[in-house]
C-alpha cells in the first residue's frame, strides 16, 4: 500500500471517529464548561516533547505503540528515567514501566536501601479509563525536560502507562458510552475478557501478577490506581480516598484521612479543580437517598493494599467531565502526592510499620455498613456529606415505561446521607498458621505470588489441625443460574470445623500468620471469606462423591446397623417423623444410611486445608 493510499485510510479512520464520537457525545448530559489554572502545564505546539493528546487537544489518546515509542524516546533522552518490561499480557504485549529516580543505580534493592520514599502508580486497568497514561506522560516529560526534576530530590516514582494492554488496542469510539473522550477509547477487561481489577485474590491474570510482582520486588510506600468512574453525575472532576478509619490498616488510613486527602484537596483546588471522597450512589441512580462507600474484598485493588498494609489509592475521575480537565487533574494529583510524600513519607513510613507488625487476635472477614440490614437503611447515618451536585429529574420513558434519571446539567448543593460499611462482622480467631496440602501446587504458587511467606515440607509431618467440613454447598445464586464470575464457578456455603490429626505430604506447606502478610493469608484461604480460594472455585473437587454402593449391599448393612445402636436407630426414628419427604424416599434412606456408615468417604465435602490453632 502506498504512503499516500495509508494517509487516505488514516483520515478516513479519523474522520469516523470523529464522527462516532460526535454521535457519542449528543447522548450525554448537558456538558459543565470549565477552565483552570492548571491549563497551563499543556505544553506549547512547538515543545519536541508535547505529548500526542496534547498534540490533538486532548480529542484522542496515543497506541500502545505510539505510547511506547514516545516513552522510548523521552527514557533514551534522559537519565532520569529508565524504561523496563514487567511482564507480558495474554497476547504477547510487553507491560511496561517508567522508572523515575536520581539514583545511578535503579533495581529494586537500590531503591530501597535509597531511603527516599517510592510512589507507584498504574493507569489503564480498564484500559477504557486512560487518563492516568496521558496525566504520566505530561509529567515524566516535565521532570525530564520541563524544570521539575526537583520531584525526584527525595522521592522515587514507578509508573506503569497502560497495564491492561491488550484492552487498549481494542479501540473504538463506542467503547464507553458514559464517558466525555477521548475519540478512541479502549476495553474495559483483558483479552481473556477478564476485568484486572477483580483479580488481586485469585491472581488468574498475567497482567495483575505482573503489578504485584512489583509490590513484592519494590514495596511502593504508596500505591495509586487510576480510574474513571461510571454512574451518575455531580460537580466534582476527581475522587478519590481509602477507607477511613476502618479497613485492615487504621494507622495507614489514619495518615490518608488526616495527612495525605486535605494537601491533595488543597493542591487540585488550587489548580482549579473539584475534588471530593470517592462516590458511589445508594440507590444506584442518583444522591437523594446518600452515598455509599462499601468495602470491597481483596479481589480489588485498594482493598488488596489495605489487606496487605501497603497504602493504596483509588482514583476516580469523573467520566461526564472533559478529557482535557481530566487529564490535567490526574497530572496535579500525581505531582501533589509526590510533593506530599517528601514531606510526610517518614510519618506514612511509621503508619506501615505499626500496621504491618499489629497482629489483631480476631480478624474480621467482611464489614457492614451499621445502619443498613439486608441492604435497606434501618436509620440515617451522623455522618453526612455537603455534596456538590448537578440537578436532577425523573422522567418516564416512553419506550420502557419506566422512570430514569435525567441530568439537567445545572450545579446544586445538597447534604446528603453518607454510608460507610465501618462495622467488622465474621470474626476468626487468628491461628498459628494454615497447613495447605503438596496436592494443591496451584494454591500454594498463588500465595507465592503474593509474597506470603510459608514453608515447604520437605519430608511427611502429622500436624493436629482444625479442618472445616463445608454444608449447603451452593453453585447458583439466588436466581438458579450458575454462580459464574470473571471466569470461574464460585461456591458457597456453610461449615462446621472437625479436629482432625492429618499427614501432611512432602511438599506441602505451613503459612503462618505471624508475618506481615498473615492477614492477606488468613482472607484468601478462610472458607468464610468471600475472596476465598475456597469462594473462587479452587477447591471445587471436594464436591465430586467418587464412590457410591449398592442397595443389595446397603439392605443388610442397614438392619445391621440398627441392630448395634440404639442410638442410631433413635435418630432414625427422629428424622422419618420430622420429614415426609425423607421417610417416603428408598433413595434418600440408603443414602441417608451410607453416610452413617465406615465405608463412606470421609474426606467428602473436606476443605484440605487444616489450621493449626
Known amino acids: 500500500m502506498s504512503s499516500r493510499m495509508l494517509l487516505s485510510v488514516r483520515f478516513f479512520v479519523l474522520f469516523f471517529l470523529s464522527v462516532g464520537l460526535a454521535h457519542g457525545q449528543s447522548i450525554l448530559p448537558p456538558e459543565i464548561e470549565w477552565k483552570g489554572a492548571s491549563e497551563s502545564?499543556?505544553?506549547?505546539?512547538?515543545?519536541?516533547?508535547?505529548?500526542?493528546?496534547?498534540?490533538?487537544?486532548?480529542?484522542?489518546?496515543?497506541?500502545?505503540?505510539?505510547?511506547?515509542?514516545?516513552?522510548?524516546?523521552?527514557?533514551?533522552?534522559?537519565?532520569?528515567?529508565?524504561?523496563?518490561?514487567?511482564?507480558?499480557?495474554?497476547?504477547?504485549?510487553?507491560?511496561?514501566?517508567?522508572?523515575?529516580?536520581?539514583?545511578?543505580t535503579t533495581t529494586a534493592e537500590a531503591l530501597k536501601k535509597s531511603g527516599k520514599p517510592l510512589v507507584l502508580a498504574q493507569a489503564g486497568i480498564h484500559a477504557g479509563e486512560i487518563d492516568g497514561k496521558d496525566a504520566g506522560m505530561m509529567l515524566l516529560r516535565d521532570i525530564a525536560f520541563g524544570g521539575k526534576k526537583y520531584l525526584l530530590d527525595e522521592v522515587n516514582f514507578l509508573f506503569i502507562p497502560i497495564l491492561n494492554v491488550d484492552g487498549h488496542e481494542r479501540i473504538s469510539a463506542y467503547n464507553r458510552p458514559n464517558q466525555r473522550g477521548p475519540e478512541n477509547m479502549g476495553w474495559r477487561t483483558n483479552a481473556k475478557n477478564l476485568n484486572l481489577n477483580r483479580d488481586y485474590a485469585k491472581l488468574d491474570t498475567k497482567e495483575i501478577r505482573a503489578v504485584v510482582s512489583v509490590m513484592n520486588a519494590y514495596d511502593p510506600l504508596l500505591y495509586m490506581d487510576l480510574h474513571v468512574t461510571d454512574g451518575a453525575d455531580y460537580q466534582y472532576d476527581i475522587t478519590f480516598g481509602g477507607y477511613g478509619q476502618q479497613g485492615y490498616s487504621p494507622a495507614i488510613n489514619a495518615w490518608m484521612e488526616r495527612t495525605y486527602l486535605p494537601a491533595a484537596y488543597k493542591d487540585l483546588t488550587a489548580q482549579g479543580h473539584i475534588p471530593g471522597q470517592l462516590l458511589f450512589a445508594k440507590n444506584d441512580r442518583d444522591f437523594s437517598e446518600g452515598n455509599l462507600l462499601s468495602q470491597g474484598g481483596p479481589r480489588f485493588s485498594d482493598a488488596y493494599g489495605d489487606a496487605r498494609h501497603m497504602p493504596s489509592l483509588l482514583v476516580e475521575n469523573h467520566s461526564l467531565k472533559p478529557f482535557k480537565q481530566r487529564v490535567l487533574g490526574t497530572y496535579v494529583l500525581l505531582e501533589s502526592t509526590l510533593k506530599i510524600l517528601v514531606i510526610h513519607g517518614q510519618a506514612l513510613r511509621e503508619g506501615v510499620e505499626a500496621d504491618r507488625m499489629k497482629r489483631a487476635e480476631q480478624v474480621p472477614l467482611a464489614w457492614n455498613v451499621p445502619q443498613m440490614q439486608d441492604g435497606s437503611a434501618k436509620e440515617i447515618p451522623t455522618d453526612t456529606l455537603m455534596f456538590l451536585g448537578i440537578a436532577s429529574q425523573m422522567v418516564r420513558s416512553s419506550i420502557t415505561n419506566a422512570e430514569y434519571v435525567e441530568w439537567l446539567g445545572k450545579p446544586e448543593r445538597m447534604r446528603v446521607a453518607n454510608y460507610k460499611a465501618t462495622q467488622p462482622t465474621s470474626f476468626v480467631t487468628r491461628p498459628k498458621g494454615y497447613w495447605i496440602p503438596a496436592v494443591n501446587e496451584d494454591v500454594i504458587e498463588r500465595l507465592k505470588w503474593h509474597g506470603i511467606k510459608m514453608e515447604i515440607l520437605t519430608q511427611p509431618r502429622t500436624v493436629a489441625v482444625e479442618m472445616y467440613r463445608i454444608r449447603e454447598a451452593a453453585f447458583v445464586n439466588g436466581s438458579g443460574a450458575p454462580k459464574l464470575f470473571e471466569g470461574r464457578l464460585q461456591v458457597s456455603g456453610s461449615h462446621q470445623a472437625e479436629k482432625r490429626t492429618q499427614v501432611f505430604a512432602t511438599g506441602s506447606a505451613f503459612v503462618s500468620t505471624d508475618q506481615p502478610l498473615g492477614d492477606l493469608a488468613m482472607l484468601l484461604l478462610e472458607p468464610n471469606s468471600e475472596d476465598s480460594f475456597l469462594q473462587w472455585g479452587f477447591f471445587n473437587e471436594i464436591f465430586q462423591r467418587t464412590e457410591y454402593a449398592e442397595a443389595y449391599v446397603m439392605e443388610p448393612l442397614m438392619k445391621k446397623m440398627l441392630e448395634e445402636s440404639a442410638e442410631l436407630r433413635a435418630e432414625f426414628e427422629q428424622r422419618k417423623a420430622s420429614d415426609a419427604a425423607f421417610a417416603n424416599n428408598p433413595r434418600a434412606i440408603t443414602a441417608w444410611f451410607y453416610s452413617k456408615s465406615p465405608y463412606y468417604d470421609a474426606r467428602y465435602l473436606l476443605y484440605p486445608v487444616g489450621k493449626e490453632l
Open 41 to 104: 502545564l499543556i505544553a506549547k505546539p512547538d515543545n519536541q516533547w508535547i505529548t500526542p493528546t496534547e498534540k490533538s487537544n486532548f480529542a484522542s489518546t496515543p497506541t500502545y505503540a505510539e505510547t511506547l515509542q514516545w516513552f522510548k524516546k523521552l527514557t533514551d533522552a534522559s537519565p532520569l528515567l529508565t524504561l523496563v518490561s514487567i511482564g507480558q499480557s495474554a497476547e504477547g504485549r510487553d507491560i511496561f514501566m517508567i522508572i523515575a529516580s536520581t539514583e545511578k
